[in-house]
């Protein structure tokens, strides 16, 4: 047992996985000799050479579009994104190819790779440096998209991304990544892509979130019990295959939903998952079910970025709002 | 050096052949043996022929849009002749008789263009990459390939193909120095067939020409006659050398000609005129290739005419069994989206199947 | 009056908007010379010269990306992508620029161009020739997406299109290019942009669609007014900023709502539009909000595709389904 | 010519001014009058001292990310000192002594850095367009600025920055590739700073310098020591002129080195050594520049003494300003998204407002 930070955790499982398989290669920009810009990736050169982990030029569709290429010949690529801001000059890479060369090719070629990234605002960074693309990715048939939450999952999830056969992307609430800590177990663990976690039960309300907003909903949840009010709390963890049947469960139960995200709210996550819950639980709905999410606006610059971020208070008030409906 | 000693720079053209089948310089001409000099001219010819009968079935309305490569026949499969069967072909898409060199059947290229995904799924000891339509990306995959190639050790190459359109494009660049810096062994074709659709090579770059861009990823590039299937053979076994000596990359850019329409949705006649067309019919790798092989006494003019009716046959023949495959069944459309169909894709099959049934489909 | 398709109804736009406006510029990969794969621009570099219509080299940033400078520098391009399946090496700038620069810049450097592009299955046609995308642009905040399904709104729209301050994703439905004709004025049209067009009255059932699947759904509900069920047709025309008042009123009358797409379904369009009915009518809701979409899967070739492809019997189905909720 | 004379290929490098300041060869230096001399050392030396208290505020706590420019004066702010001012300057993201010399003050540049969009809303007749952050996609904007220059028959140029790093994207070749092909007036400078965050030059590219990149677009290229004012002064010179007669861009690679961090938060100690830095310590802009222009009795080491307190005032008084700006109106992150706000983003803002005044807020 050891205790560990989401980002730690994430170095640990790396360390971890590619002691046991040969074939894993993780490069990208500032990737090897450094580390990462967030030390990601740190001591993987120096303990596996430069061949297994190196500084890739600055040029992200050479990057994945490699990746492509060593996961066709026999490796498996585990790529960074400096953030996830920048994946947009490797997102061609992605749609047309990473998610479907298997469709493509008949099942012939598969290309089984992780894409990590950072990803969300709160960081007080630059442009470009806090966006939440999840639906960019969610919407595109061939991928996986994971989200942990807690260095638990981060060390499943991402064990989990690393021996999937096919492209998983895997993003990082870069907000969580020294906020807390866990104790883990060394040995090698496995949280299912796919699988939602609820991480409390409750009859009045169910909440769904994943990555930092987990944590702001813990915050916004804690004390309602005693105002009457009984909420399910859902960690999505994974966004795409979605875990379905544990948000239809819990409306069922609960009669109500609340899904909070930091992606912008018009064509977002959240739109999927109450049309879902349309088509899973319509009978059951006592209130409509609604999102918290961000504006539909660029996220704003460090000065304007609280008027963007979503507080516990403002999903607490959503809360309250849904249950006097 | 073949590199060394023609200098993109000083415009030189790398020519074994010369454009009436004579050979231009003994001291220039590639060991090959016999076998493969007429594999290689079978494998042009088939390509001729069953580009020639493609063009026919869609104008029948029995064949879907379809890339043709009249004229680029020694551009596509002399690279090919010069690798090992455990080379990596990475094609763009225009590359028909390159492919079926390395082993690709000609049904499953018609199947291809039939409109039928199983049309890119190849032995799997081809080792040949599907046919990649978003232009130049197959060149960063192709990298990848051969990073992952000299990472194991293995003693083995990827050849990839590009259009000259190709070369204007970002995932070009990334991927030539992408393979440059991290040493791979990589060759790169550049099938500069003069158009790109209707874009004339001078609207895409100002460059003098394209192997020129090697300078940029300071590895060695080389202008070839690409209807000379001899100096395209030369060109592509020096860079795989090289490439297996850990030299890197070679950017080779093969002068060639499409003969045809860019695919049969394209009317040439809009935008170019006939004297060009004249100009580089009189070029045409076939004939000079021919010629060379009749001097060599490996091939007669009757030979010849009866490969092309064996061709023609079997292009026929070809066909109309890719005819007889039908429609893709509904399951196969949904089965390779993940390795496992997840829950929320059964259901949308299952519940399409239950919609079929009830309108008794 | 003149009687046009789809396709020439954009070709006589251009010419008449580039003929009033010297800053017009048009590019594009063939869009010069021969006018175009679809010769929507024929005519223009022959009767504008080579400076105002040309074609540009094969390379989508390049497109985008220098629309946006000669945009900044006062010109309005009016640039095509050949395929909307290429427009993803070209996206970098649409989202990281093309949205963004007035927000950036606070209003000093506006970015008024138009991208057009084809889209769209049924059409028999290579990979990467028939994806519907345009979820991937309505959910970037600081892009308008205009889908026009006939002649008469492709030239209205083009023209506020081009007239629009702000970038403008233009989708045209390939499907229809020459499918039918319609009379048009020969003087200059405009379309509000955000503006649905209702195409039948019904009391029964909301249907909303856009692109080639109006003219799919006006075939689908041909003769249900026989079999007692009033639908109510409604051609949503702009994606975003879309038009939530006219559906939502629709809703409010009929208390169903179906919405026809060709993007897959996850994540897709029709999510929005459900989750918004559910902000906006749910208690006039008597069955759950439904959409018809393309399956999450790579559209098929050819010999697949029609798999895909949404017939008008499956939305007749779809809508009696809901009628007898 | 400059481009001429100083081959890239050659190995070349442009030189005017040596590392300690004297003249290299007396016919290279370019005509700069007096007061453009001084306009360039003191925006250089403002630069500096702006950079230097940027540092210092972060540390404190009340700046945020800032990138700074420390040991690239020279490269960029000469290049900027050669345009005129209908020109138009497109940066990266570390050229805030460029900017400044083109009119951007430093209270909008420290916004910038301290998190405010108004640090990019410079006056419109300026011509610079904002701050970049995705690497190498503003040579595109360029690329278009320029094409529009000289559709309009306007006598401007644009000139872009950007780094070493940037000439591995695609968007770096697609633009130039577009600039060439299209004969636009651009000038194009590469800050090659040795460095792309902790990835060495070496690590980006094989080509044996950057400059040389220009031969894959058929415009010329020259290498050119970055710290030298003098030399990036006429290189910029020449380049600009060529681009108004029509002779398309010129890349120009200014050899230069990052003093400094990436940004604040980044710990170069990590990836480079102190030797390296001493060598470049040595080689520094200003110290260079200052000691040519007390030479030619344009300064004194008083005067000298004198603006570098006047610039550390300004730097701290102007800070102190900008930290008075407070946080952004919410009105303000709403509105510039579209020229009208539309209806949903209307309720969007009014709910917000609704909820804050709700909870007292
Ligand atoms: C990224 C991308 N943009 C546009 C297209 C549409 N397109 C298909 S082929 C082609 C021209 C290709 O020219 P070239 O690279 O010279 O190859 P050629 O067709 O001559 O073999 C274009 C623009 C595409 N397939 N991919
Ligand atoms: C497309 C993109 N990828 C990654 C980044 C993250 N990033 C910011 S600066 C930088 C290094 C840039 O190096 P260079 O071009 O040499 O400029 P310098 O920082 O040295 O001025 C990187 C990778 C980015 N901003 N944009
Ligand atoms: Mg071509
Ligand atoms: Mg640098």
Redesign the pocket.
Known sequence: MAVETILSAINKTLFEQMEKDDSIVVFGEDVGFEGGVFRATKGLQQKFGKKRSFDSPLAESAIIGGAIGMAVNGLKPVVEIQFSGFMFPGY?QIVTHAARYRNRTRGLHTVPMVIRMPYGGGIRALEHHSESLETLFASIPGLKVVIPSTPYDAKGLLTSAIQDPDPVIFMEPKRLYRAFKQELPDKEIKVQIGKAKTLKKGDDITVVAWGSLVREAEKAIKGLEDEGINVELIDLRTIQPYDKEAIAESVKKTGRLLVVHEAVKSFGPGAEIISMINEEAFLYLEAPPTRLTGFVITIPLPKGEHHFIITPEQIRSKIKELMAF | MLTKKFDPLKKKIFQVLDHEGNIVDEKLVPKIDDETLLKMYKTMLLGRVADTKALQYQRQGRMLTY?PIKG?EAAQVAPVAALEKKDWMVP???EMAGMMYKGASLEKLYLYWYGNEEGNHFDEELRILPIS?????QVNHAAGVAYAAKYKGDKEVALVF??????S?G?FHEGLNFAAVTESPLVVVI???Q???S?PREA?TKAQNLASKAIGYGIPGILVDGNDPLAMYAAVKEARQNALDGQGPTLIEALTY?LGP??TSDDPTIYRDDKELKHWEARDPIIRFKKYLIDKKLLTEEEDEKLQKEYNDYSNKTFKKVEKSGLVPLDDVFNYTYETLPKDLQKQLSDYKTYLESEGK
Chains 1, 3 share one sequence.
């Open positions: 061609n | 890339a680029q763009a898409f225009r339509v978003p232009i130049a990306s590009v259009g000259d359109g190709g070369t494009h995932e099938q500069n067939n158009w790109a659709i874009t895409q499409r860019h695919t």
